[in-house]
């Protein structure tokens, strides 16, 4: 009974704080732009396609096999840490263990994925401790990153270990026969202990040092890089569907364009109820859409996109990745003060003052980045909606660029040409 | 001289014909001189293979891409309407470019704005006339020649067309070989996002250098593109490298002309 009292208010510390956290986030993407969604069958593809299985994490064949495997062992290990939950809060024991062979499944599997992940995370911890990998650095992985990194494998290390120390005890402690299938800890168990039966206070500690790491590990997440785990398969789902080339249109601009256009309107007052939107393109947080925030949150700082960036690749300052670790952190920053009052300013801008002009100006949209990102996070046109602010609300245009535009807008080339010379190049065949 | 008279949509329209595709030129096929040899060589093939078709001549204009992603979507915008009022004019419903950029906008962008044809790359074209038989490579040109394709950005990740340009240059039967990062791993030219238009940012090398060497590491003699900012970056990086005598650029309508000897 004291078990289970001090369970549910472990349980009930967890929801709270987690509540109070999501609330504060939900917060933030009110202050977003609106990201019209559509063509749910296709969504459902792409999620099976890209979260599920993993497709675009093995484009990086060896640590994607290792996250692909840990990804599967934690949606196995879920549904036992489902179970442990039901009996720490009504005190049963092995509470599922009467759905037969879903349970004999269940726990077989997440016996196998635990000594797998763990293997997995050892693999990973190598990795960041005593391999120089290009990707794990850049100017904007700061120390909080890597720590980050390091503080949730080795929370996913706890768990495993845990985890394994649930099932070898167990199977131990019950030679005549136990709930479930536990095929590898079944092995290794008398390895470990021989004959040794008594190992209640292992199994104790075990369960109780898994479940509160569940616990704290669920309300870390959300304040480090690996809320990813919560957020990136619905970052999945909510993808962006058309093609990487295309860019989305600016119907705002397109209202202006076709009154300028039309002689009848062009020089009279806008009509009523089409007001001018409060600003062209991304200076601030308030100004992406919630899928740009949500991106944002659901990055991992993996790196693959800037490791495949030409303009990161040839020494230009301009990093994918760190386009969504600025956004991030400027929502952090500006969000509590807009949330309480909506004309907050603090005087800075996610342009300038977190992305620099010059980092913007090096993209060649050649999208490897989005191609490239296992969680379909799209970088792109984010770019360009910052390029959009600094070209239409400050003419801020690098000075070859603004040449180009005129060339547009008087000979309609962005060369210097007459486009009475257009049929030139026939008079040669 | 082959004396082709490239039929123009105003003049055609005056004579009560609606040719069956626009052939968008481009304004790097239609005022870069390097490119202006492929427009010629895709015509040269258009007329080869009976292709019912008509240019807008002195009535194109650029329709707003360099400026939409250089973030001037005010510039874009009027481009894109008026070249809009000019299809409509002329009842165009199909569109055919050797320009990737010109081909995304107007396949994925123009829709928005009203504007929505059936937008076809001239390597999707080409390919579809090799197939048909409408145009026969001959073996014997490329036979001693290594092809190496590099994939445009808008072509390729943009679009997800990696294979109809590899198909064109399978028909010519030359030897091929392929970059480490090709079709969906393709590394950029550097041109792309109206990089064409303005010097790089401070960096350790051009983009263009970086694909050069890639391309050039191969050992191939013939570098194949299918965009005319690609043809530019790598035809100045191959000259950056002092290669150009061993190793050439060309679109891959110019090597089917060369390949059917009609130059």
Redesign the interface.
Known sequence: MAKQIIFILALLTTLGVFAYTMRRIFSFFRLTKPFPLNDWGKRIKVTLKVAIAQSRIFRFPGPGLAHALVFWGFMVITLGSIEMVIDGVFGLHRSMSATGWFYDFVMASGDIMAYVVLISIVIFLIRRLFMHIGRFYGIEMQKKSKLDALIALGIILLLMVSLAGINLSYVQMHPEGYAGFYPVSAKLAPVLFGEGRDLYVLHEISWWSHILLIFIFANILPYSKHFHVFTSIPNVLLSRLEPLGQLPNMESVTNEVKLMMNPDTAFAAAPEGAAAPSRFGVKDVEDVTWKNYLDSLACTECGRCTSVCPANITGKKLSPRKIFVDLRARMKEKGPGLVKDGSYDDGKSLVRDYISEEELWACTTCNACARECPININHPTLIIDMRRYLVMEEAAVPPPLATMLQNIQNNGAPWQYSSEDRMKWAELL | ????Q?P?MAEAAARGEKPEYLFW?G?A???DERY?KV??AF??LLHHAGVSYA?L??????N?D??????????F???A?TVIETFKAYEVTKIITCCPHCF?IFK??YP??GGRYEVTHHSQFLKQLVEEGKIKADPKIFSNNTIVYHDP??LG????EYESSREVIAALQSKTTEMPRNR?????C??????????????????S???TEEALATGADIVATACPFCMTMLTDGIKFKNKEEEVKNYDIAELLVMSLGIQ
């Open positions: 001289m082959s004396n082709i490239v123009v030129v304004c096929g239609a005022f202006q427009t010629r015509v040269k240019v001549g002195k009535e194109e204009t650029c707003g360099p400026a939409r992603r250089a973030g001037d979507e005010m510039t915008q009027m481009q309407l995304n994925n962008e928005d704005l950005c808008y990740r943009g679009n997800g969906s791993k393709a590394f950029c550097g041109a792309g996002g109206a990089q064409m238009f303005k010097e790089a940012e401070p960096g350790k090398k051009e983009v250098t970086e694909r």
